[in-house]
Each structure stands twice: as C-alpha cells, then as structure tokens.
C-alpha cells in the first residue's frame, strides 16, 4: 500500500476523532495528514512529509481553527450564572430592610434572601427592590 494512503486514512481517523472532541484542534491536525498525503503522493521524502504535515497543521491552527471558532461559536447572548445572576433582580421587601449588618429580607422569585440597603436607607415591608450587589448571601439593593 502507498504512504499517501496511510496519511489519507490518518486524516480520515482524526477527522472522525474531531466530531468527539470540541475546539477544532483536531481538524487541523487533520487537514495536515490531508497536506502530508499530497506530499507523499507527488513522492516527496519521508522527513518532508512530516515536515509537510507540521507546516500545514501550524498553518490550520492559525489561520482555520480562529474561522471556525467564530462560525460555530457566535457570542449570542451571555447567560450569567451563580451569583452574578442575582445582579438587576426585582424583589420585595418581607421583613423591613436598612443598611446595617443584620439587614433584612427581601423575596425574589419565590426565594427569601437576606439584604442590607447600599445607602442606608430603610425600606418597609411591601417595598419593591432591585438587586445591585450581593456578598456571600446577603444581597444589596435599592429600592425602585
């Protein structure tokens, strides 16, 4: 069997391994078999097939996997998790909130937190809040 099939059937293998794998960096490794096949087939040495296979790989890397990133990857809207989440909420006030370190309790979306005012003020209960900050598990808000 000719060498510039073994690449062609190198490049189909990592190709393949590519679909398990996320962040195109297998493809380019694929696409330089595919580069080192061509080589092999116009007869070129064993070391220049290598070569071949590092020059268009580093190349792929450069130039194909950044292209594909942007394709596959577009930012779309960015989903915030954890407690950065909690940032711009709205909530109520169940049991009257101030500045101080005890704080008190705000309800945002059926979940009762701990909250202390950023200015001081104090809120009564009824008393419609927004999140602005949050600290371990005491939020920080503002009234609307």
Do not use: H
């Not at 062609?8 to 293998?13: K, N, R, S, T, Y």
């Not at 407690?83 to 059926?110: L, N």
């Not at 809040?129 to 503002?142: C, F, G, N, R």
């Amino acid at each position: 069997m000719d060498i510039w099939l073994y690449w062609v059937i190198a490049a189909l293998l990592l190709f393949i391994a590519e679909l398990f794998t996320a962040g195109f960096a297998v493809i380019c490794l694929s696409i330089g078999a595919g580069g080192a096949a061509i080589a092999a087939a116009c007869e070129v040495s064993l070391e220049m097939q290598f070569l071949t296979f590092a020059i268009v790989s580093l190349i792929a890397l450069a130039g194909v996997r950044p292209l594909l990133k942007r394709a596959f990857y577009k930012g779309g809207e960015k989903v915030t998790t954890n407690a950065s989440a909690m940032i711009g909420k709205r909530g109520v006030v169940c049991e009257e909130v101030d500045g101080d370190a005890e704080g008190g309790r705000v309800m945002i979306e059926g979940v009762d937190w701990r909250a202390i005012t950023a200015d001081g003020e104090v809120l009564a209960n009824g008393t419609k809040v927004e999140v602005v900050a949050i600290e371990s598990v005491v939020l920080t808000v503002k009234k609307l």
